[in-house]
């Protein structure tokens, strides 16, 4: 199991969030990476997946946590899909779960990738050519990063933007869950 989330005792002034928040007991070492391309496998994962692993009550949360508890490869987020997720975890689930999605990061069961200035170009290509939707920054960072790496799977609940793309390197992702 890649991930490895399970419950965690919560002080009283958090009981109102325990029945929403999962949080990690992982001892992996903290890890950003800048790559060319992949040679080990890899899922890249957007805001969607994030939020609603971290929030029981989410309509998605079961597809979500069974699909990034499955993984045995290396779960990749951007710092705009942390920023995101970290906003809407906080506002919707609360700030322990939000500092969970934290912990994730310093346990090595989530990993931060870094931003290229090649991919900062395709982000500005991909907002420009899609303004219409809009498309966002953490949406274009995990299209950016996924044609730099050649990767073709996304773990995203955002079908109408990653369906309506056509990515450089594939003629489309799999979407996941």
């Known amino acids: 199991m890649c991930c490895g989330w399970s419950d965690r005792n919560l002080t009283d002034s958090q009981s109102s969030e325990r029945s929403m928040v999962l949080l990690l007991t992982s001892a992996r070492a903290p890890k950003t990476f800048c790559v060319t391309r992949s040679v080990e496998p890899m899922l890249i994962v957007d805001t969607g997946p994030l939020v609603a ?6 309509t998605d949360h079961a597809r ?24 809407l975890i906080c506002k919707y689930v609360g700030p322990t779960a939000e500092t969970n999605l934290i912990e994730a990061l310093v346990a090595g ?46 773990a995203t609940l955002d079908h109408r933007h990653f369906h309506a793309i056509t990515p450089r390197h594939t003629s489309a992702f799999k979407l996941l869950p």
């Open 109 to 154: 069961d989530l990993t931060q990738i870094d931003i290229t200035t090649i991919d900062l170009t395709r982000m500005a290509e991909l907002m420009t050519q899609y303004q219409g939707f809009p498309l966002g920054v953490a949406d274009a960072s995990v299209i950016a990063v996924s044609e730099r790496l050649g990767l073709t799977e996304v």
């Open 53 to 58: 692993y971290l929030n029981r009550r989410d």
């Open 64 to 87: 979500c946590a069974d699909l990034l508890n499955s993984r045995t490869d290396e779960l990749l987020i951007t710092p705009y899909v942390v920023t995101e997720a970290c906003y």
